[in-house]
């Protein structure tokens, strides 16, 4: 038995195809190619040093992080993110260590230039190259998908989505009758799983996707067994996958191979720079933003009677109570089981109040939320306990959103979802924007949301 759980653990480690090879290289590569042609053209006499700037520009850069399949805004803004984090953190070493000296500044301020530059056009270049050579008939393979279910069909729509996966799927397998298989996008139902094998060496298929439920062991033990005599390749598609996975990736407990179904994205090292870049960022903008903030407290204190800073209960981390600070915005301080939205004209809300929420002013004691460990900079909002109670009961996979820290701006506030949620279908939007930033998280991704921040907030319509 322990033998047998040795050879899975194999079933662990990621395979490599030629397109994520290339997604994976593209990018540090071109930045160590542009970094050549810098000192080719402005420092002909080179040195050692700008092989040590290679290096580190490779290994920081390495692997790439833009698809091929991804819309192109979405490639310019992870390059140019990551570019900037490593031109931050290359620079920061550079004059810290006094190492930056030995480096002419024309050389680096055209590499820091020409770098993203040419790693957008490289991108972009072998995306057309790429996708000409995958569509060769030829060249392409060919693939079955045994099981016409909800895990097959999102499989087969996978790789219709995406040519650069180089597969095409020529049909599924399965033995039910015809009349009770649902809608297979146009693709033929080519036989019973029996008849499978047969077809495979007739046709000289190339893969085959077993999406037959993990309950049917004996037939696919039995199908394992007829595709014995094939020399395809076998594929496993554990209908565990039909659920919306969260950080969704193989572990391992001692010897035994585990899938996150829903996790943290900040477990280990990415938590550990999720929470130094929140105290630095925090802790500079605080004692930058000190005067204003002194400023909107004489404001908020001659607006009307009561409290500068509310405090209000909120869901945080795992679902634990927080207390939230804010600028009092309105006459009526709501902490109850009870809280009623902000809603465009609310006559709870100050003069100065209105002006403070809508510059998002009034979120800056948050920052001390931050340093205190209780909320992120980015994460998604949080919201008053009392409407979490309700929302939790309507809106599918709801408390997800609470496996990360809240932020002060979220994916789903940049994209059009701040302000109230008064319709259950904007609630459900804020949410689905919420899971796509745990499962897509990044430095670069946090980075690129506090940028869209600012330009938001001073023209967001729903802010009140």
Not at 88 to 105: I, V
Not at 108 to 136: D, E, K, N, Q, Y
Not at 156 to 178: C, E, W
Not at 326 to 334: N, V
Request: charged letters at 20%; proline letters at 5%.
């Amino acid at each position: 038995m322990l033998s047998s759980l040795d050879n899975h653990r194999s079933f662990l480690r990621p395979s490599y195809s030629l397109t994520s090879a290339l997604e994976a290289l593209i990018d540090p590569v071109m930045a160590m190619l542009s970094l050549a042609a810098c000192v080719l053209l402005l420092d002909p006499r080179g040195g050692p040093h700008y092989i040590l700037l290679a290096v580190l520009a490779f290994g920081l850069l390495f692997p790439g992080s833009s698809g091929f399949h991804e819309a192109p805004r979405r490639v310019i803004r992870k390059i140019s993110t990551n570019w900037l984090l490593l031109v931050a953190a290359l620079g920061a070493f550079g004059m810290a260590s006094g190492y930056a000296r030995h480096f002419p500044s024309a050389v680096i301020g055209t590499w820091v230039v020409l770098a993203p530059l040419s790693m957008m056009a490289a991108h972009f270049v072998a995306r057309v190259v790429l996708l000409r050579a995958l569509t060769a008939a030829t060249r392409q393979r060919t693939a079955i998908v045994a099981g016409v279910n909800d895990v097959g069909l999102r499989l087969a729509r996978q790789f219709k989505d995406n040519p650069y996966l180089g597969s095409r799927v020529v049909g599924f397998f399965d033995d039910r009758n015809l009349d009770r298989l649902p809608e297979t996008d146009g693709l033929p139902t080519l036989g019973k799983m029996a008849e499978l094998a047969e077809f495979v060496k007739l046709n000289h298929i190339d893969q085959i996707y077993l999406a037959v439920p993990m309950a049917s062991q004996p037939r696919i033990l039995s199908l394992l067994d007829d595709l014995k005599d094939t020399t395809a390749s076998i594929f496993f598609v554990p209908d565990i996958f039909v659920t919306d996975l969260i950080q969704g990736q193989m572990h391992s407990v001692g010897n035994t191979p585990v899938v996150a179904v829903c996790e943290t994205p900040f477990t280990g090292m990415r938590g550990l720079i999720k929470r130094i870049s929140d105290i630095v960022i925090s802790a500079i903008l605080l004692v930058l933003l000190l005067p204003i903030m002194l400023g909107l407290a004489v404001g908020v204190k001659l607006s009307s009677p009561g409290p500068v800073i509310f405090k209000q209960r909120r869901y945080g981390l795992d679902g634990r109570e927080i207390l939230v600070y804010k600028f009092r915005s309105m006459t009526t301080t709501d902490n109850g089981n009870v809280v009623k939205q902000a809603t465009k004209n609310d006559a709870r809300i100050t003069p100065f109040g209105a002006f403070i929420r809508k510059t998002s002013l009034d979120e800056l004691p948050q920052f001390i939320n931050v340093l205190q460990g209780r909320m992120s900079i980015v994460g998604p909002r949080p919201h008053a306990v009392a409407h979490n109670e309700t929302y939790r009961k309507i809106v599918k996979g709801y408390m997800i959103r609470h496996k990360v820290k809240p932020g002060i701006t979220g994916w789903a506030q940049v994209s059009g979802y701040r302000g109230e949620t008064d319709t259950v279908d904007k609630m459900e939007k804020r949410i689905e924007y919420d899971l796509e930033y745990l499962r897509n998280w990044s430095l670069g991704f946090d980075l690129w949301i506090i940028f869209k921040t600012v330009t938001v907030v001073f023209k967001d319509k729903n802010a009140y």
